[in-house]
Nanobody, 127 residues
Framework: QAQLVESGGGLVQPGGSLRLSCEAS????????IGWFRQAPGKEREGVSC????????HYSASVKGRFTISGDSGKNTVYLQMNSLTPEDAGVYYC????????????????????WGQGTQVTVSS
């Protein structure tokens, strides 16, 4: 059974860093695209970043570009999201999601494009 499990969330002070992990089981991440999304209370789920494992191409939302870095490790079947210079606006539940094939700039942020979803990990940014 295909499953994604996020980890690495927690409480961090503004300006701090966290690294989230998304580990897949039941399928290999090769040839998949993996996206990170976040959802704050009362807001819609929004795309944060995406990586296509076949060529390691990456995409970022404007709000995180330059602060967040997505990467993948096929050997560990895991995708990471390194988050630096965190602000309270970055807080929320972070989800990873996967779909077979490539995603491109115009479609990676759409939640409808993804087949598998994790349960999420909470990120809180507060002093």
């Amino acid at each position: 059974q295909a499953q994604l499990v996020e980890s690495g969330g927690g409480l961090v002070q503004p300006g701090g860093s966290l690294r989230l992990s998304c580990e897949a089981s039941g399928f290999g991440l090769d040839y998949h695209s993996i996206g990170w999304f976040r959802q704050a209370p009362g807001k819609e789920r929004e795309g944060v970043s995406c990586i296509s494992m076949s060529d390691s191409s990456t995409h970022y939302s404007a709000s995180v570009k330059g602060r967040f870095t997505i990467s993948g490790d096929s050997g560990k079947n895991t995708v990471y999201l390194q988050m630096n210079s965190l602000t309270p606006e970055d807080a929320g539940v972070y989800y990873c999601a996967a779909v077979w094939g490539m995603l491109y700039e115009n479609d990676w942020p759409s939640t409808r494009r993804y087949s598998y979803w994790g349960q999420g990990t909470q990120v809180t940014v507060s002093s």
